[in-house]
C-alpha cells in the first residue's frame, strides 16, 4: 500500500502541472510538443551514440583479463606441482645419498651446542639481575675463547 501512496503523491502533482502548463500554452502547444518530442529523440540519439562510444569494439580487453586470469591459475598450478616434486625428490635423495654426505662434519668434533643459561623465576632483586647478568657475559667470553682456540687448532691443520 506504501509503493501506490508515494506513486499517487508523486504522479499527482506531476500531472497536474503537466495539464496546467499544456493549458497556459494555448495556440503554442503544438509547437511546444513538437520540441519536446524533438528533445527526447536527441537525447535517445545521444544516449545510442554514448553507448557506442563507450563499448568496447572488440573484445579485446576481455580477451586480456581471460589470458591473465588463466596464466595466474597456471602459474599456481606450477608451484604447488613444483613443492610436491621437491618434496617427494628430498626424500628419494634421502634414501639414496650415502650417510657420509648426510652428517654434519661439526658433530663428529665433539663441541657442545651452545646453551644460554636459564634464569630462575625470584630474579627480582638488582643484585639477582647483575648476578645473571655477569654469569651470561662470562659464558659468552668462554664460548668466543673456545670458538677462537678451535680456530687456531683448524688452522694449523
Known sequence: MGFLKSLF?????????????????????????????QN???????????????????????ETMDVFRKANQQAAAFSRELKTNLIKSQLMYREVMPKE???????QLGLKPDKPIEESGD??????????????????REKQEEKKTNQQFFDKI
Open 9 to 37: 503523491v508523486v504522479l499527482f502533482p506531476a500531472v497536474g502541472f503537466s495539464v496546467y502548463s499544456a493549458f497556459s500554452l494555448g495556440r503554442e502547444l503544438p509547437k511546444a510538443s513538437r520540441r519536446l518530442g
Open 40 to 62: 527526447f529523440g536527441m537525447g535517445y540519439n545521444y544516449f545510442k551514440v554514448l553507448l557506442k562510444l563507450l563499448t568496447p569494439q572488440t573484445q579485446q580487453p576481455g
Open 101 to 107: 654426505f648426510t652428517q654434519n662434519p661439526l658433530d
Open 123 to 140: 630474579a627480582s632483586r638488582g643484585s639477582e639481575i647483575l648476578q645473571v647478568i655477569y654469569a651470561e657475559r662470562t659464558r659468552i
